[in-house]
């Protein structure tokens, strides 16, 4: 620099500062030996507060606009050099410019889960975070609690002790709500109004004003979580009982349908499965059914414990179970005949009546058909 650069850079007649980025709060003027030309030029822009501070202590404040600086609107200056009369010679003096637009989507967050009690689920442990917006509502108040004499005051110096003020109010806020863990989310906007109304005050005293803080979400630890989430599964599902004979069936004939088991398998995966169905239809007709005031007692007794009871297969529909008893009367009504496709529990595949040998005795005192007239 030039000495008669450095002459000229002495006297300073123009003073404004350009916002040029988001975070910046507080922004010192910046000029060599503090030397202001009296009669200069001060502008102050929309969103933007001009402090004069001299030998350390507050002078006068501007509001946005454009100055001419003299004595008559440095009226504290003015008190604090000893001008009686008029002034024209250069002076001294720190100018801040403090930036009064809103500061947002600031963070905020637990570092470590809140311990409350929830009526429904007893002691639980809750996360959460959020948002929150700030401006400098009174600068001379900011500058003397919070800037000294930082000349390049940014949001981040001064976010981990908002965040700590919020989140310390926020787990007494909700600890005190007694709102139930399962209903925190429809009450975000109640939370947000409640945390901003009780932190605000605190703010205030930094010369800070909250002017929205959101809560965006609250949760439980993740083993917590799963749990609810089987939990939510059950009630969709519904009734428990028929959802397993659901899936039994469902995996009954996914094992009929298996190639690799070959006919046999086939076979074998077919019988059980139609005498599983068949179990599943009494089970669930059981339970369907009501009960009779007053029910007339069965004609015939039930079979005996471990008794063997067939399937038939009756043009071309499954019925059964039936005792050998009654195996024995119908063949000797002729509706049973050694053709007919039986299956009992053990057997592989259905198979004709007259080839079980548990049944072959049955047919022995049934005469044979008539042969045909001559």
């Known amino acids: ?28 003027f910046d000029r060599h030996g503090n030397e202001i030309k009296f009669g200069a030029k001060l502008t102050v822009r929309e969103s933007q507060v001009a402090v004069f501070i001299n030998e350390g202590q507050l002078a006068d404040v501007f509001q946005p606009g454009m100055y001419t600086l003299e004595t008559a609107n440095l009226p504290v200056l003015s008190t604090l050099q000893g001008w009686k009369y008029g002034f024209e010679s250069p002076f001294k003096a720190e100018i801040y410019f403090v930036n009064t637009k809103r500061f947002r989507d600031l963070k905020w967050g637990t570092k470590n889960p809140i311990t409350l009690r929830d009526a429904e689920f007893g002691p639980v442990r809750l996360r959460a975070f959020g948002t929150y917006e700030i401006r400098v509502k009174d600068a001379p108040t900011f500058l003397k609690e919070i800037v000294g004499t930082d000349g390049y005051f940014t949001t981040d110096e001064i976010s981990d ?32 109004g409640f945390l ?3 932190i605000g005050p605190e703010f205030d ?122 195996l024995k009367q119908q063949a000797q009504a002729g509706t049973l ?14 198979a004709k009546a007259g080839e079980v040998d548990e049944l072959s005795g049955i047919f022995s005192s049934v005469p044979p058909p008539l042969p045909p007239a001559g």
């Open 337 to 350: 005949t050694r053709d007919t496709l039986v299956w009992c529990e053990g057997m592989a595949n259905w």
């Open 205 to 326: 005293q930094y010369g800070l004003e909250l002017t929205k803080l959101l809560v965006e979400n609250i949760s439980l630890p993740p083993a917590v979580e799963e749990a609810l989430d089987k939990r939510s599964s059950m009630g969709v599902l519904g009734d428990l009982s028929k959802y397993t004979q659901f899936q039994t069936a469902e995996a009954i004939t996914k094992a009929a349908e298996n190639p690799n088991g070959g006919t046999a398998a086939a076979g074998v995966g077919l019988g059980a499965g139609m005498a599983m169905a068949q179990q599943m239809a009494n089970s669930m007709n059981q339970q369907q059914a009501q009960p009779a005031p007053q029910q007339a007692a069965p004609t015939a007794p039930p079979p005996l414990p471990g008794a063997k009871t067939y399937f038939i297969a009756t043009d071309g529909q499954q019925q059964g179970p039936h005792p050998v008893d009654q």
């Open 161 to 192: 002790q908002l965040r700590n003020v919020t989140v310390s109010r926020f787990a007494t806020t909700l600890a005190s709500s007694g709102i139930p863990v399962l209903d925190l989310a429809a009450n975000y906007d109640q939370l947000s």
């Open 196 to 198: 901003t109304e009780r």
């Open 1 to 28: 620099m030039g000495l008669w650069d450095r002459i000229k850079g002495e006297f300073i007649d123009v003073i404004e500062w350009t916002d040029a980025s988001d975070d910046i709060m507080v922004y010192r």
